[in-house]
């Protein structure tokens, strides 16, 4: 994925707004996190970890680096609330190159001008939905993984992903209709 | 060059993603400890192994220093304990300080002779009187009492053992209390004794502890084996039986000598009583 400094730079507007934009949702998204769902914990199973969406949500046009740095930060942001140093991280990092991945398999790069950030309102449930599925499965399974440590208690780890994800998905979708805005794709 | 530069432009989100990746998970082993404990212990199970084989061989190889020090401890402990001390009731409505006095002292020895197989058999140990062994000092182990120092120089010291045909411990039944005495058996099995003059009116059981008398060397209460047969020799009067000595005298190590403090004053007494007779 190339960097597209030439548009990066001249719509110097948009893109601090878009800036603030992520700033406001990283912040929102992580006290949800840390102050609401953390303590949300479904017969000790289900935890949703609605934070992702702060990465899932990146523009397109965000470099590769970018996201990868943004994604560590957020995952060990989180790390310092749950206290445990470089799990998140570990897992949101996974979670970067997948998103990285999948938007550069599922996404024309010359779209990026009409279709800048990958919300539900813009790209379609059917995209984001699927988007969203994956990229949680990833995070979540890898989470989990690197929570777990070892094949010993694979059902209940296997358990947790399937229900957690179910949550984050939900939420996720929740969130997408909440803000969603009605703009006609050209 | 130029080729590797751009591989790694084309392909740098997995190059990223494997900075960043390993950069996390070395965070998180090194700040997690029960991932770092399982990290460790799963991955270094060859390892492990090793370093568990090699500490058992520096164990073994520190043994001696070991039971040095653990026998060192024995005799410390033992001279802490209450049947080493002697209540002295004549300061005991005086002075309310000090209720015990100690009557026996234990040195720790190791034995650096030993025989079993003759009828007279001796034990050397390595302390002697410039350590406090005098001769007519009971010798004990761990597991019961040993014998009696007949001769002492300035660094080692001679014990007769039980196993020697002259010696003689007074000892009691531990559940009755009767008097008798223990020898060693006549046919030279350095496994058994004999315990002799126990009255007639006790009822001995086998498999009964027979404990030292505290009439002589030792304190009271000392094992020194189990009835194993009651019937050995017809005895008139009194009651001898078969003991299945405690201590194994074939593996003797480590050895206390026990010094009675009074002793020196019981038996001039009691030597006394018999001038006067």
């Known amino acids: 994925m190339p960097l597209n400094n030439r548009d990066w730079r001249l719509n110097r507007k948009k893109m601090s707004r878009t800036i603030i934009i992520n700033v406001i949702r990283f912040i929102v998204l992580v006290f949800i996190q840390v102050f609401l769902l953390k303590n949300i914990n479904v017969y000790n199973l289900a935890t949703p970890y609605l934070y992702i969406l702060f990465i899932l949500l990146l523009p397109f046009e965000t470099p590769n680096i970018l996201v990868f740095v943004l994604a560590f930060m957020t995952g060990l942001t989180i790390d310092a609330f749950y206290d445990t140093p470089g799990l998140h991280a570990a897992a949101c990092t996974v979670l970067a190159l997948v998103r990285i991945l999948f938007i550069s398999i599922t996404v024309q790069k010359d779209g990026f001008d009409n279709e800048p950030e990958p919300t539900l309102s813009i790209m379609g449930l059917r995209w984001f939905f699927t988007y969203t599925v994956v990229l949680t499965l990833f995070h979540h399974f890898f989470l989990f993984a690197f929570e777990a440590f070892n094949f010993l208690e694979i059902q209940y780890t296997l358990g947790r992903l399937a229900v957690s994800s179910v949550f984050t998905i939900l939420l996720m979708l929740i969130s997408g209709f909440l803000f969603f805005k009605r703009k006609e794709r050209k | 060059m130029r080729n590797l530069r751009e591989f790694i432009r084309k392909y740098n989100a997995f190059f990223l ?261």
């Open chain 2, 17 to 277: 993603f494997l900075i960043f990746e390993v950069f996390s998970l070395i965070i998180y082993v090194k700040y997690n400890s029960f991932q770092k404990a399982t990290f460790i212990t799963s991955s270094n199970e060859v390892t492990g192994g090793l370093y568990a084989r090699v500490s058992d061989l520096y164990k073994y190889l520190s043994l001696k220093s070991v039971n040095d020090s653990l026998a060192a401890e024995n005799a410390r402990l033992r001279n802490q304990l209450k049947s080493s001390f002697y209540v002295d009731s004549v300061t005991k409505h005086k002075v309310v300080d000090t209720i015990y006095k100690q009557q026996y002292e234990y040195i720790v020895a190791k034995v650096i002779n030993n025989s079993i197989n003759s009828p007279k058999n001796y034990i050397t140990i390595n302390k002697g009187s410039q350590q406090g062994v005098a001769v007519g000092d009971g010798v004990m182990c761990n597991l019961g009492i040993v014998g009696k120092v007949i001769n002492v120089s300035a660094h080692f010291a001679v014990v007769q053992s039980l196993l020697h045909k002259d010696s003689r411990f007074s000892a009691i039944l531990a559940n009755n209390k009767e008097l008798g005495y223990i020898e060693w058996g006549d046919d030279l099995d350095p496994h058994k004794g004999l315990l002799n003059d126990v009255s007639n009116n006790a009822q001995p059981k086998i498999g009964e502890q027979v404990v030292t008398s505290g009439h002589s060397l030792f304190p009271e209460g000392i094992p020194i084996g189990k009835i194993s047969n009651l019937h050995t020799k017809a005895g008139g009067f009194s009651l001898n039986m078969e003991v299945t000595l405690a201590v194994d005298f074939s593996k003797l190590e480590y050895v206390n000598v026990v010094s009675n403090k009074l002793a020196a004053e019981q038996s001039g007494l009691e030597a006394q009583q018999k001038k006067d007779e």
